[in-house]
């Protein structure tokens, strides 16, 4: 019996590790889309979204699949009102960047782990402004730019806070013993 | 757990589901480039069901940033007494001003018969969200379609207008703000009723888009609605033009950062109708009434046109040098003048 209940905590365990990428990638999105400003729309709100993709995609890339970035970026799409698919593509072709430079980006500290995230937010930024460019209108940059630069300043409370969901859940980080 | 095992990369072939998402991710785009009502009804569906909490955790909000606010106004409590002082003493003026114009408008609209404007019902909405993105910027007000906000109708607070409906859900509508990057209204320039288009590129104040190549803009002017197209109704206050880096932009009147209840105006043009018979210029001229019916040849048709003509067609006895062009002048303006 207690190997039996022993069993299904791991199992439902492995299988909450499996989505847990997912989930924080999609509340991470939610939270980020509330209609609520503190600063009276002054800076627009940061892709909150990108940081599970970058985090687990460096920390345990069999965990953030590319099916689980497309349900981020389609979520993103739907609650952020832009035009649609555009962040869906942008989080994808990021994620692909990222997964194929993974060495480069995760031998990253510090301040240089931010220069990271900032890149791949960088890529985000790029390719969403491209495909609206191209199929709709040119927007200004400035907007763009504010909000790549909320998503970096974001990334470093929401990488801790990842951090130690990851540890408490899933297991111990790449670089840790 | 921490004893676990894990990849750290994928198999070779694991690039191949990245490949498809992103063949998939392309049919998205081109997708909602065709059939965007698909992703509009999903936000909808969305905002409804997340109504109850945005308004609770609206309200927080709101009073932190009254909070906030508060402390800047402490100090400039009183310089802003006296300059409310010295507006309100103008306005007070300003008032007495328009309820006498607003009195001989009434007189002279029924000295003319003029047709009266359109009766314009209204709901009164609460700002319940604001989202503030590079491609949209947005407001969410606690009214929907079962509030008959439809939409394309105007937003309106009580300086002027903020923007006008983008999605009605059932219980809740998103709006597009005059400063959206999509945003486009066809406004009038007042004083001399020259017509253009507002046109939102996310900054705090929209450039203008003349339609006439002649038009000159002065600092101060005012832009209202003009009400091309029946979807907004005319001379809803937008706001002034302003001169900006050697060009002219438009200082909204409202705040939409600040507005927590809102008008959404039921407007609806009515459909024209064409004048009564009598009341057509032909008839009125002595003519025929054109007939729908172009059976009949152009030669035909221009025969009982021109028989009319000649008993208008009087020459001025001032210029008997020149009679052959006197038949050459339109009728109709002959009518006019000896009216």
Redesign the interface.
């Known amino acids: 019996m207690g190997t039996a209940e022993g069993t299904g905590f791991v199992m439902s365990g492995r299988v909450l590790s499996g989505f847990l990428p997912l989930l924080c990638g999609l509340a991470a999105v939610l939270i980020s889309n509330l209609p609520l400003s503190l600063t009276n729309g002054l800076v627009p709100a940061p892709l909150l979204g990108l940081v599970p993709i970058y985090f687990w995609c460096l920390v345990r890339p069999d965990l953030m699949t590319p099916a689980a970035v497309f349900a981020i970026g389609l979520l993103e799409d739907i609650v952020a009102g832009g035009p649609p698919g555009i962040w869906t593509l942008s989080f994808v072709i990021t994620f692909g960047v990222i997964d194929r430079q993974r060495e480069s980006f995760a031998g990253l500290a510090g301040l240089g782990a931010v220069l990271g995230f900032a890149t791949a937010s960088l890529i985000a930024c790029v390719v969403a402004y491209a495909v609206t460019a191209a199929l709709y209108r040119f927007a200004p940059v400035g907007p763009m730019v504010a909000e790549l630069a909320m998503t970096v300043l974001f990334y470093i409370p929401g990488v801790y806070l990842i951090g130690i969901i990851h540890r408490r859940l899933v297991g111990p980080l790449r670089s840790e013993p | ?4 095992t ?5 198999r070779g072939n694991a690039q191949l ?2 490949v ?3 063949a ?3 049919v ?6 065709a059939e ?1 009502a ?2 509009d009804r ?2 909808m569906a ?1 905002t409804d069901g997340m109504r109850p909490f ?1 308004a609770a ?2 309200e927080p ?1 709101v009073r ?2 009254r909070f906030v606010g508060s402390f800047d106004e402490l100090f400039a409590v009183y310089q802003e007494n006296l300059r409310l002082k010295d507006e309100n003493a103008r306005l007070r003026q300003w008032r007495n001003v328009a309820v006498v114009m607003e009195d001989r408008v009434k007189r002279y609209q029924a000295l003319l018969h003029a047709v009266p404007d359109p009766a314009l019902h209204s709901v009164l909405a609460r700002v ?13 007000l606690d009214a929907g379609a079962a509030n008959n906000v439809k939409p394309g109708q105007a937003v309106v607070d009580a300086k002027g207008m903020i923007g006008r409906i983008y999605l009605a859900g059932n219980r809740t509508s ?1 709006v597009i703000l005059l400063t959206d ?1 999509n945003s486009r209204i066809p406004v009038t320039i007042a004083p001399g009723n020259r017509q253009a288009i507002l046109v939102g ?3 705090a104040m929209p450039s203008l888009d003349t339609l006439s190549q002649i038009v000159t803009l002065r600092p101060g002017d005012q832009i209202v609605s003009s009400g091309d197209g029946g979807l907004l109704p005319p001379g809803l206050p937008i706001g002034t033009v302003v001169e900006q880096g050697g060009g002219y932009r438009v200082a909204l009147l409202a705040d ?3 507005s927590e209840d809102v008008e959404v105006l039921a407007f609806r043009q009515p459909p024209e109708q064409p004048p009564a018979l009598p009341e057509l210029p032909a008839v009125a001229a002595g003519l025929p009434p054109a007939t729908a019916a172009p059976a009949a040849p152009p030669a035909a048709a221009a025969a009982p046109e021109a028989k009319p003509v000649k008993p208008v067609a009087v020459a001025p006895p001032a210029k008997p040098a020149a009679p052959a062009a006197q038949p050459t002048s339109p009728p109709a303006d002959d009518a006019d003048e000896e009216r």
């Open positions: 757990m921490a004893n676990v894990w990849k750290i990369a994928r589901p990245l498809i998402v992103t998939l991710a392309l998205l785009v081109l997708l909602g480039k965007p698909l992703f999903a936000r969305m945005l955790a609206h909000i932190f940033d319940i969200g604001r989202a503030n993105r590079p491609f949209l910027e947005t407001m969410i998103w990057l590129d996310n900054t939409a950062a600040s």
